[in-house]
Each structure stands twice: as C-alpha cells, then as structure tokens.
C-alpha cells in the first residue's frame, strides 16, 4: 500500500476549513492535516508536516493566498468566491493546478481530488516519462481522460485502467501501484472485464501457479 496524499486546507473560515478537512479524509488514498485560517500558519504548518497538496483560499487575514502558493514547493488548488479572469489567471501563474469557485458541491472537489490522485500516479517520481505519458496525465488532471474512459466508471476504475495503459498486469502488481489492496483491485477488474473494458488472460507464473493478467482492450 502507498503513503496516503497528505493535504492541508487553508481557509479563513474555521468552518469550511473544516468542510474541506473532511471531504478530503473521506477520499480514498488521501488523509487531512488540520486546517489552518492564515498565511502564517500555513507556512508553519508546510515547513513542519510537507503536505503533499495544498487547498488554499486567495483571501486570507494575514496576506495573499496566491502569492503563498507561488512561494511553496508544493502542488495546491486554489479555492475563492473570487471568479473574475484577473484572480483565476494570477492563481494559475502562481502555479496553482485548479481553481474551484465557492461554493461549490463537495462532489466537485471530491471529483478533482480523484483527479490529482489518478495524475500523481500517472507521474510518479521513479517513474521516467515519454511525452504521450505527460499529455496523457494533463488530460487526468483536467478531466479531459475520454478515450477508453467512461462516465460511469469508479475513480478507482479510471486509475486502474490508467495504470494498464502501460502494459498487461496482474492483480497483485495493479493494486501495489495503485495503492489498493489485492482484494480491491481484483473486484474492480472484474467489474471491468464483465463490461468488456479490459481483457483477462490466464497465464502460468514461475510457480507453475495460473494467474490472471489484465490487458485494456483496444476499440
């Protein structure tokens, strides 16, 4: 199993900051640090606990959400009720990967958080990349992945079948680089299989033991 993605909102409203908190501990694969109000706490709290993303708001007490982001080496969504094109675009310079406008439904940061788990897969540190590779988790992270993906599959589906874009794979390997369990995976393969989005091979290991392997079927 991978380390949980570790996430910190920041927000001048203790309550959303506590919304946020929890839509984000009940992701898959994610854990929530607790929220802090301002640019000072923020900075303490990357400095001592390096969150894996940030989920800052632009208005904050003590300073500028968007120039925090752009000073801290780390991933982060920008949050605001701030919608004109001049706020939306210095976020983005700032190097923000998304921008979500308040309020919104927390099926909609649940949606992108399933997003930026699927593109930090997808780009892997120890993984080396070809450019179809980077395109392709752009795509993820944007929610732009049709291809061989549809609307009605899980996140958990979109990711293994991301994941099995790179090749034939078990069950047991998938669910490692996935961060699933072998039991998770299998029944979110087979749910995939039966709807004909993969292909299932059974092979013989080095213990003369037969396994299923896992290919995406071309359309």
Known sequence: MTDPISVLVVDDDFRVGGLHRDIVD?????????????????????????????????????GDGIAFVAEIDVD???ISAASDGATVRRALRAGALDYLIKPFEPARLTERLGAYRRFRTLIAEDRNLDQDAIERAQRVLHGRDGGVASVSRSTTEKLLIDLLQDGESSASLIAGRAGLSRATAQRHLAALATRGDVDVTLRYGSTGRPEHRYSVRSH
Do not use: K
């Not at 994610?30 to 390096?50: C, H, N």
């Open 26 to 62: 009940a992701c898959t694969g994610y854990t929530a640090l607790e929220p802090v109000r301002g640019v000072r706490a923020a900075r303490a709290a990357v400095r001592d606990l390096s969150p894996d993303l940030v989920i800052c708001d632009v208005y904050l007490p003590d």
């Open 76 to 78: 982060a969504f920008m």
